[in-house]
């Protein structure tokens, strides 16, 4: 999970309230979502433009005591907020906010959890070498500690919380992120699958199908603040894992497969109407996809360093765009980097997300193609089979006529303001790889494509990354 955080620092900025950047009071396009508290207004502007809390997550992540609107009314006792100070609004969160983030969720053991002593991950025993079972057994540790459940008042009493309700246990990222993150899980999943915990697996799985059935797509995670982006669509991927696994009877998959293709459909249909892009190549246009951020303000959980990202630019519409391109970059899982920079070397507040066309956004749909044709075939429904297959070999030509480097034998994303390919490798690049992208007119995973894309230099740069990533990795382990 990439979050750190490669801001530049700016000066605080408070200004009169006629000029507060997203302290409106009502909630018109682009506000994050329709919480007057936790995702725009003046009590949150002013919570965290007055640096209350080391982390701007903390506060939209508090639960209320009270009613918003008994909230909302006692912030308004305060006067105007241009001259509240820090220690009234102290006494306010004290009275209407509850102390922790915490105070809506369990710690729960994984119902399906064993220690490695007690039979838990079974492959440990199969580990020849000593430093690698210690670093195995301490990764599997952890789900002991990471595994939550939700209190039914965020279920009874959702506008007190930003924590949105979900029906079945899940594991969390850990540290200041609270909740369950969309593509991080698929890696979680696999990892519940090694350890044998198929039941947590497959109620995270769910979960994500009762997002989908709420909100339409699956948000970044269970926040109020993150509906209005997604992030990589990796809920046909975390299906496919798990009925892949070794354990799984025949017929709990189809069940699963059932349970999840209504969503899954209605997931790529977001992707292709509300994050597609027209890219012209070589005269041809192709439907590919890009990241959006789907608002026009401060990102509540980052909102006091957007608001010092954007304190230097005075255009409305450039800062609008400035703040969708952060949620976008956030929408990705990249965030942040410089791929997502007006150019490598740029500041930070040059960033257009939703300019660029990635790589690794249209192999992870080709491959979301690909599968829901698959599982639509264990249904018997060839029709819709045959038609996500195309779908998915569609993608993979134009990733192929849009991405790929000859020269360079690797693909690059694309840059809608250039009209061309970007310079610069990262190793999202491989992801077609990843997702199997086999197309009409090029077989990526056939020998002799394998062989060029193994004399690319970017490849050498992915081995020698490779084997200092896990170096670091076993040395925190042994």
């Known amino acids: ?28 396009d682009g506000m994050p979502c329709d919480s007057p508290i936790f995702c725009y207004g003046s009590l949150l502007h002013t919570v965290q433009t007055l640096k209350l809390f080391p982390d701007s997550k903390w506060f939209v992540d508090l639960p209320l005591k009270v009613p918003p609107a008994v909230a909302l009314a006692e912030f308004a006792k305060l006067g105007p907020i241009e001259g509240i100070s820090a220690d009234q609004m102290r006494i306010f969160l004290n009275s ?50 990471l595994g939550r459940t939700i209190i039914d008042d965020v279920r009874d009493n959702p506008d007190q919380h930003s924590l949105i309700y979900l029906p079945n246990p899940f594991i969390i990222p850990g540290g200041r992120f609270r909740e369950i993150y969309y593509w ?8 519940l699958l090694v350890s044998g915990m198929t039941e947590t697996a ?15 797509h699956i948000p970044n995670g269970n926040r109020v603040y993150y509906e209005k982006r997604s992030q990589p669509p990796f809920l046909a991927m975390m299906v496919d894992a798990y009925i892949k696994h070794p354990s799984m009877p025949a017929e709990d998959s189809r069940r699963l497969i059932l349970e999840c293709l209504p969503a899954l459909v209605k997931e790529h249909n977001f992707w292709m109407t509300e994050r597609a892009a027209v890219v012209t190549r070589d005269g041809k246009d192709y439907v590919l996809n890009l990241y959006k951020g789907g608002i026009t303000e401060p990102r509540p959980e980052s909102y006091r360093e957007d608001f010092e990202t954007a304190a230097n630019v005075t255009d409305d519409k450039q800062r609008e765009q400035l703040y969708a391109d952060l949620g976008a970059g956030a929408e990705s899982g990249w965030d942040f980097s410089s791929r997502w920079m007006d150019t490598a070397t740029s500041p930070f507040n040059s960033i257009r997300t939703e300019t660029i066309v990635p790589v690794d956004l249209n192999a992870i749909l080709c491959a979301q193609e690909r599968l829901i044709g698959e599982f639509y075939q264990t249904t018997g429904n060839s029709a819709e089979s045959d038609r996500f297959a195309n779908l998915a070999r569609q993608r993979a030509d134009a990733i192929q006529a849009v991405f790929w480097n000859e020269e360079k034998a690797m693909w690059r994303d694309f840059d809608l303001k250039r009209s061309g390919q970007r310079e610069e490798f990262y190793l999202s690049h491989i992801a077609p790889l990843f997702a199997r992208c086999r197309g009409s007119t090029v077989d990526i995973m056939s020998t002799s494509f394998m062989n060029k894309l193994l004399n690319s230099p970017d490849v050498i740069v992915l081995f020698v990354i490779g084997l200092f990533v896990l170096r670091d990795l076993v040395s925190q382990f042994c």
Not at 184 to 191: A, E, K, L, R, T
Not at 202 to 214: A, E, K, P, S, T
Request: glycine share 6%; net charge negative; charged share 20%.
């Open 1 to 28: 999970m990439t979050r750190a955080c490669l801001r530049p620092f700016l000066g605080m900025m408070i200004c009169s309230i006629a000029n507060l950047v997203g302290a409106q009071d009502t909630d018109p």
């Open 96 to 145: 209407t906010f509850l102390s922790s983030p915490e105070n809506n969720m369990v710690v729960r053991k994984p119902i399906d959890y064993k220690s490695v002593s007690d039979g838990g991950l079974s492959l440990h025993q199969h580990i020849a070498e000593a430093k690698y079972q210690v670093m195995a057994e301490a990764i599997h540790e952890k789900w002991e500690s």
């Open 184 to 191: 991080d899980s698929f890696w979680v999943i696999q990892g």
């Open 202 to 216: 497959r109620g995270m799985i769910l979960n994500f199908v009762h997002l989908i059935d709420l909100i339409g």
